[in-house]
């Protein structure tokens, strides 16, 4: 079993900066790939970005590339999301996931999610 508890969320203005934290504990930290996904409204939950066990790949969807970096640190359990650039839409519940024996592609399907967060909300205004 793996919890994972995702900070850092909050309201702030569009060109903004905020970086997300996912602190995890239980099992095996660094035998994970991790990943966030968000959540708008009336909306499916959707990949944002993930990073292998090893910090040696990392994937982004097409939205976020270039303005988001996800990084870990398997010495403190911890998973970051370093978000510029804000955007109204990106407006949205972010989720911590972990995903055992799986690439930092593979993440990308939800199906492949073993452990999610509680969720952060993200607020960006124009």
């Known amino acids: 079993q793996v919890q994972l508890v995702e900070s850092g969320g909050g309201l702030v203005q569009a060109g903004d900066s905020l970086r997300l934290s996912c602190a995890a504990s239980?099992?095996?930290?660094?035998?994970?790939?991790m990943g966030w996904f968000r959540q708008a409204p009336g909306k499916e939950r959707e990949f944002v970005a993930a990073i292998s066990w090893s910090s040696d790949s990392t994937y982004y969807s097409d939205s976020v590339k270039g303005r988001f970096t996800i990084s870990r640190d398997n010495a403190k359990n911890t998973v970051y999301l370093q978000m510029n650039s804000l955007k109204p839409e990106d407006t949205a519940v972010y989720y911590c996931?972990?995903?055992?024996?799986?690439?930092?592609?593979?993440?990308?399907?939800?199906?492949?999610?073993?452990?999610w967060g509680q969720g952060t909300q993200v607020t960006v205004s124009s």
């Open positions: 996931a972990a995903a055992a024996f799986a690439t930092a592609h593979t993440m990308a399907s939800i199906r492949r999610i073993n452990y």
């Open positions: 239980g099992r095996t930290f660094s035998s994970y790939a």
